[in-house]
């Protein structure tokens, strides 16, 4: 019965998010070329996440728990967050003063959506580019970071199930030699609760931990393999918590994490390479 009612509020979401964000895009669609950009992320964007995590908290109980704010350090930042779930997509932005999101270019094709992130300076990448869309993308980064503006990349590229693998790609290690500022590393369970390419969003906390920075001048061996070790050492801790506070009602496909002593995977970095 348990499973049945879950499922009734995670439809009800579903209807909730998608109706409540079209209704979100037509009123602000007229305001897209009068509002400057700061009063499109206020009162647009910002708005929108808030009703949003309103409406998860209220129709099927998911909450979440921001651990760690007291590591975020003012000014030009690159933040470098867990990927499990479209929850992070939009929960994090709030975190920061004004982030630049680093995002797939095919959203930035989707009318009314992609106009307005394009507003609010988004920073797209084509995923199929290579090098080129890599400088391009830094480029971005760099002028905005000038502006004082926070980066946000998810480092994986894309969604992971949690408990899968870790899968850091490149990109992340170029942008922060490139930019010359402190790496925030950021570890979630989202995927416990909102899980990828599923429409199920379970009751419970949603932890996301806000770990020290990664100062510059590392080297880029050095740097991912210290970025790698950070985040998934704290993913794996809160996924042990997420699977306590699921109990009976966690995903059965989810590999709990070693409870104790270091992951072997991870290895503390010995050279600035």
Known sequence: MTGVLTALRSLLFQ???????????????????LLPRWLMWKYGVLLWVATNRLLLRVITG????????????????LIAAKHQSAWETFALLPLFSDPAFILKQELMRIPIFGWIAAKVRMI????????????????RAQADMAEGRQILIFPE????????PPDYKFGVAYLYATLNVSC?????????????????RRPGTILVEVLE??????????????????????SNRLLAEGLDDL????????????ETGPDPRFPPPVENS
């Open 15 to 33: 209807v909730a998010f998608y109706g409540m964000t079209t209704f979100y895009l037509i009123v602000l669609l007229p305001l897209i070329p």
């Open 62 to 77: 998911t909450k979440a728990e921001f651990r760690g704010l007291e590591h975020i350090p003012k000014g030009p930042l």
């Open 124 to 139: 797209p990448i084509d995923r199929k580019g290579g090098s080129a869309a890599l400088k391009t993308m830094t480029r």
């Open 157 to 164: 590229g894309t969604r992971r199930p949690p408990g899968a």
């Open 184 to 200: 925030l590393p950021v570890a979630l369970n989202s995927g416990l609760y909102w899980p990828r390419r599923a429409f199920i």
């Open 213 to 234: 920075p990664i100062p510059p001048g590392l080297g880029r061996t050095a740097f991912m393999a210290r970025l790698e070790r950070d985040i998934e050492t704290a």
């Open 247 to 258: 109990g009976t009602a966690a995903p059965e496909d989810v590999r709990r994490p070693p």
